[in-house]
């Protein structure tokens, strides 16, 4: 009697454990990925903003020969769903270092005082830091889950229902600016 009881209490709280741990590992995942939803709306808002940006450049003649093309291939690497997270942000990464050269120039440039593009510019720059914010709180999340699928009460859960752990966003942008793959 006294061995069936103690048994049942030992599967009970294996059961609650088991499912504390299922609950914390989802709780990581959601919270990962509602910020990376966060970040592809970003990056969305990012591409509409830079067409804009460029077409208006564009129209006043001070956009340089062949900018438009590799900033489209740059954006398409930036939205292709195929591509790793850190894949796309490094083409972001290399799409934000050219906006900021195109941003140089229209400031040094003084026939350049259209106020919808100072306009569209501002709304570009308040997106790609949003984007920066969003990006460490994309991180913070991945840290956390990290954490949690080595933990001993969830390391278990998470190695049975086959949770892997992710990569930080700067480590896989690192990663890829110093493979040099430039686009």
């Known amino acids: 009697m006294g061995f069936s009881i103690i048994l049942g209490i030992?599967?009970?709280?294996?059961?609650?454990?088991?499912?504390?741990?299922?609950?914390?590992?989802?709780?990581?995942?959601?919270?990962?990925?509602?910020?990376?939803q966060?970040?592809?709306?970003?990056?969305?808002?990012?591409?509409r903003s830079t067409n804009d940006f460029l077409m208006m450049?564009?129209?006043m003649g001070k956009l340089p020969a062949g900018t438009t093309e590799s900033?489209?291939?740059?954006?398409?690497e930036m939205q292709d769903p195929s591509n790793e997270r850190g894949e796309?942000?490094?083409?972001?990464?290399?799409?934000?270092?050219?906006?900021?050269d195109l941003f140089e120039q229209v400031?040094?440039?003084?026939?350049?005082?259209?106020?919808?593009?100072?306009?569209?510019?501002?709304?570009?720059?308040?997106?790609?830091?949003?984007?920066?914010?969003?990006?460490?709180?994309?991180?913070?999340?991945?840290?956390?889950?990290n954490k949690s699928i080595t933990a001993i009460p969830t390391k278990y859960v998470a190695?049975?229902?086959?949770?892997k752990p992710q990569n930080v966003?700067?480590?896989?942008v690192k990663r890829l600016s110093s493979s040099d793959t430039a686009i």
Do not use: C
């Open 10 to 36: 030992l599967i009970v709280i294996t059961l609650l454990a088991w499912i504390m741990g299922y609950y914390v590992l989802l709780k990581f995942v959601t919270r990962m990925e509602t910020s990376w």
């Open 38 to 47: 966060r970040i592809t709306h970003l990056l969305a808002h990012v591409e």
């Open 57 to 59: 450049l564009d129209q």
């Open 71 to 76: 900033m489209e291939k740059v954006m398409e």
């Open 88 to 100: 796309q942000l490094h083409s972001f990464a290399i799409l934000n270092e050219r906006l900021e």
């Open 107 to 145: 400031e040094e440039d003084p026939d350049v005082k259209d106020p919808e593009l100072t306009e569209t510019s501002q709304d570009l720059k308040t997106t790609l830091t949003l984007l920066e914010t969003a990006s460490q709180s994309y991180n913070h999340a991945v840290t956390k889950y």
């Open 159 to 163: 190695s049975i229902h086959q949770f």
């Open 169 to 172: 966003l700067d480590e896989t």
